[in-house]
């Protein structure tokens, strides 16, 4: 059986931790952007910097810096009039817990998640999916959009196969079909840099605007509920701690009073063995004078 000293060094661990969350709650609560703060997953080399250079309109200088191999360490933000945009780093095969390693879960508000169109999702995908859907609750099927990017690698048949393929893994692994758009970010950068509509257009790129000022409507609704949620939860957790707190200190007060029972009979036994010293001591040395 665990002994009470370790139990409550564990008590008191994961209250801390209940208490940093809440301090971060509140901090984040006070210093949020009233902007929705739109936030770039996916893994290594999924075109996420290159998307967010295109919806930020940064066509010829890259803001979010591109590249073949690893590029982004950390996270990056942009500001435009309606938005605040988050580029992160690809989630990394090796993590055992990208979410919780990776900045900014908890400011986002709307996820883009970046899944390049080589085939079906991949398993440390969905489990960044379960993940994300787990933080943001009920309200995961609003905030989550997956992006299908480079379409323009692929042939019309293909995409909307992967794309299928994709929608099914989502409603096995998280449970809905989010929203999911195909879009190519080379294709709007042609169009965007030489002027021709109809690139722009296949690109999809509209598509994606329309629908995160859509979703920006109710963005800040759904943090505020998202956060109202998450301290309730906070608030249970802490009182189950709180109980679990009392429950040790009791078994506390209760060994501090065996041991002071044990004290005093202990103190008993001392008090007698003192007498009788004191007793036969006294008879010896009258002895000793008898003899004399
Ligand atoms: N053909 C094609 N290539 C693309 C597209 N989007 C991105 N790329 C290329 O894919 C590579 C990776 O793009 P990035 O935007 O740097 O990818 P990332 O997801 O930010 O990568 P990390 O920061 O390393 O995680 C670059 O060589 C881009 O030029 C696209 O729509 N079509
Ligand atoms: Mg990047």
Request: net charge negative.
């Amino acid at each position: 059986m665990e002994n009470l000293d370790s139990k409550s060094a564990k008590l008191i661990k994961s209250t801390t931790l209940l208490f940093d969350q809440g301090n971060a709650l509140l901090t984040h609560s006070k210093k949020d952007s009233t902007k929705p703060v739109v936030v770039a997953w996916g893994l290594m080399n999924a075109g996420k910097s290159y998307l967010l250079n295109m919806l930020t309109q940064h066509i010829e200088d890259e803001y979010f810096k591109t590249n073949d191999f690893r590029e982004t360490a950390k996270v990056k933000k942009f500001e435009t009039e309606d938005f605040v945009f988050l580029d992160t780093p690809g989630l990394d095969a090796c993590e055992k817990d990208n979410l919780t390693a990776v900045d900014g879960v908890g400011k986002a508000d709307i996820v883009l998640f970046v899944h390049q169109l080589q085939g079906e999702l991949e398993a440390i995908e969905i489990d960044f999916l379960q993940g994300l859907v787990k933080s943001f609750g009920e309200y995961a099927s609003d905030n989550i959009i997956i992006i299908l990017s480079k379409v323009d690698k692929e042939s019309d048949d293909k995409v909307e196969a992967i794309k299928q393929k994709v929608l099914d893994q989502c409603e096995i692994y998280i449970g809905f079909e989010p929203s999911c758009i195909a879009v190519s970010n080379t294709v709007y950068k042609k169009g965007a840099e030489k002027k021709i509509q109809g690139l722009m257009k296949n690109s999809n790129m509209d598509t994606l605007h329309t629908t995160l000022h859509k979703l920006s409507e109710s963005a800040y609704d759904v943090r505020t509920e998202h956060r109202v949620q998450k301290k309730q939860q906070l608030i249970k957790e802490l009182k189950l701690e709180q109980k679990k707190l009392e429950n040790i200190l009791m078994q506390y007060k209760e060994k501090t009073s065996e041991f002071n029972e044990d004290v005093k009979s202990f103190n008993a036994v001392i008090d007698k063995l003192k007498n009788f010293m004191t007793n036969i001591s006294k008879e010896h040395y009258d002895l000793e004078l008898q003899r004399d």
